[in-house]
Every structure is written in C-alpha cells, then in structure tokens.
C-alpha cells in the first residue's frame, strides 16, 4: 500500500477537542492501509503558549538580542511540543509511532535562516520507519543545513514540508487539514458566503497562493506540480473532502466544465505603500535604472511595478516603506507615498482575451464608490490596488459581481 502525508496546521491540534478529530482522520487513513506520514505544525496562535509567534514574542521580551540562527534554533521548539504531544496520544491509542525532526527527517535546506531553501530532502530513515510499521509524525517547517545547524523555512513552512516530503517519497496524495473546508473562492473570514472549490489545478491555485491565500503556502504547490503529487487541502473537524488540487488532466469529465470557469477566485494582500516618482527631466530610462537598482540593493521587494517614461509607480510592503523613500531620498528624487493600501486580485484560467472583465471590475468597484489606485493585468489574474479600509468591500463587491457563490 502506498504513503499517505497527512498535515496539521496549528488550529488543527491547538485543543484537546481537535487533536481527537486529529486522531480520528489518523486512524481512517490507516484502516485503509496506508502508511502514515504526519507533519504538524506548531500548536495554536500567538499569545498561545506554544505557537511560534508566541515564542518569538518571548525572545523580544528578552530583549530581542537573538541572532538569527538561535532564533530558528527556538523557532524548531513548536514543532517539537506538538510533534510529541501528537505521539504520545497516538501511543495511547495503540498506534506505534515515532517523532523525527526536520533533520532527522532528512531536509537539507540552505543557511538562510528564517526562510531557508530546500536542497534535498533525503528520506531513508523514514522509509526505515515505516518498515518498521510505524506512523512517522515529522515536525513541519524546519530543516538542516549541511553544517548541521537548524533552520526554519519561513511562515507556512510546514506546508512546504509536507509536499517536498510528499514529493521525495512519492507518496499517493498529501493532505493538508486545516480549519476551513478547503480552498474555498475567497477568505472565508472577510467574503462569509465563499465556496469551497471541489477541484482546482496546480496553476489556479498556486496563483491565488502568490496573491495573498494563505490557505496554502505557494512553494509548497510549486513542489507538489513539479512532482505531481495530488494535494488536498481539506477541514480537520469533518470529513467532508475538501479541495483537490491536481493537474487539469486529472480533472475527470463530470467536473470537466470547472476547467471553463472564468474566475476561480480573489484574494488580497494588505499593508503595502504605493509608492510615485516623477521624472522631472525626461530621463526616464536611467531613473528607473537607479530606483530599482536601489531597491534590490536595500533588499526591499517591489510589486505592481508600472512605468512610463515620465513615472514609475510601485508598491512595496509598509513595513519597508520608510526605507524604500530613505533610498529614494538619497538619489535626489522626491518620491510621493501612499501606505495603508491592499492589493486585489481576480483570479482565473479563463480571465485571459475574455472581453469585459476589468469592465466588470469597475463597475462593482465602482458601485461601491471604490476609488481604484492602479491595476494591472496578467493571462490569469487583474490586480487592483484600493486602500486598506475599502478593502473587505471590494473583495465582497467583486466576490458578488462574478457570482462566486453559486
Ligand atoms: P493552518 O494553521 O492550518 O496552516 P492557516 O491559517 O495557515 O492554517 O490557513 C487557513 C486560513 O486561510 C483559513 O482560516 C482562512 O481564513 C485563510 N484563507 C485565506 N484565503 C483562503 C481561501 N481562498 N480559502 C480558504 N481559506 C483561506
Ligand atoms: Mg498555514
């Protein structure tokens, strides 16, 4: 019989009430003969005591003077708590299992600490396990470097985790459970009549990832297509199925007619700064050299970029604003900003030479008084840039204009 991975986020095992619909999803999959692997992320949400961000908070308290390797180092205890605490139930009930870390797991990442790479993933001591008839429970969203030091793999690591293991063990699925039922076509806690989507391809999903739905990590996709590994993202407290994210091959003919869908979803990302320079004397080119030469250089990411020889306009995150106008500042431009600002976007196969969308977008922007700050335009997905507090009214206007509900 083959591998299953299974993944828990962190609401998905913060309770007593959870870790039960935890170890009942467990023990379905191994009645029907799967060989388990789990990866867990850490438990609950900040301010909970063992949640990641919990931990960093104590850090800061401490007076922040952590350098980045000790702060992965103490980053790797959430995983670690819930990983053991996960066992030791299962272990009641029965199930023989065992914990290994990331890197006994044998994730080799790279030394960027805090949001290293993976370079290989190297699963023999799992296999191991799994002969020895074990279910092997891995602690998400850490890994190793060569040199052995520990490493963590940014936020919503332990998805990564789960589909690069998914991937090196050429496991049959990977599951993702979480707290909603599976990738639905908005955020469910700002759109309250969002869908759960039943299929959707590696693409549309991986889309929507990059633009801010942080239901699933967008690495985590890219490794799950490039190794086509179904994924689904489904609800840790029923047992409905969720969404299964494949290759549009894999879609068979009943849903075949959700491969037509125009727009599959909208997602958004707040918090950024829209940034304006006007290039007073013509030079356009060199200017926009220089400005996002100056970025890079400052390790500020940019997006929504347009240029016109008298203008570049930009956004980068406020929590890099400041910096980015010092930069600016500094090559004697006069930069105008805009923080408190959040990126729109419609996404969908079938956006692409359908004539009328953006018209769409306007008018349901629009009705609401929207003011629109800038668009942009892709094959698969239109951007809009509105200001933070239009935000939640945008993304229900245009939930509602494309009849997201149905
Ligand atoms: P976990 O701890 O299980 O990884 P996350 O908080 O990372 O959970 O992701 C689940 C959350 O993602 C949901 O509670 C939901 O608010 C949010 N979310 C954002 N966009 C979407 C979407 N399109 N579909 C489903 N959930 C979404
Ligand atoms: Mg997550």
Redesign the pocket.
Known sequence: MGILVQ??????LSTPQAREHVIRHVKRELASGYNLVIVV?AMG?RGEPYATDTLLDWAVQNGNALGDREKDLLMCCGEIISATTLCGLLENEGIPSTVLTGAQAGFVTDNSYGNARILDVRPERILRELRDQKVVIVTGFQGQTEAGDFTTLGR?G??TSATALGAALRADMVD???????????????VED?K?LTIVSYTEICN?AHQ??????PRAVEIAMQAQIPVR?RS?FSDTEGTLVTHPEGFNDVQAGIVDRFVT???YVSNVTQISVECPDGNGTGMQLQIFKSMADNGISVDFINVTPTEALYTVFDDHSEKAIAALQELGLRPKSLSGCAKVSVIGGGINGVPGIMAQIVEALSSQNIQILQSADSNTTIWVLVKKEDMVQSLRALHAKFELHR
Do not use: C, E, Q, W
């Not at 993944?7 to 998905?12: D, E, N, Q, V, W």
């Not at 801010?212 to 990590?217: Q, R």
């Open positions: 993944k828990f986020g962190g609401t998905s992320s949400r919503g332990s998805d993702i459970y979480t707290d909603v039922n599976g990738i639905l076509t908005a955020d469910p806690r700002i969002a759960p929507m801010g739905a942080k239901v699933i990590h993202v840790t979803g909208i997602a």
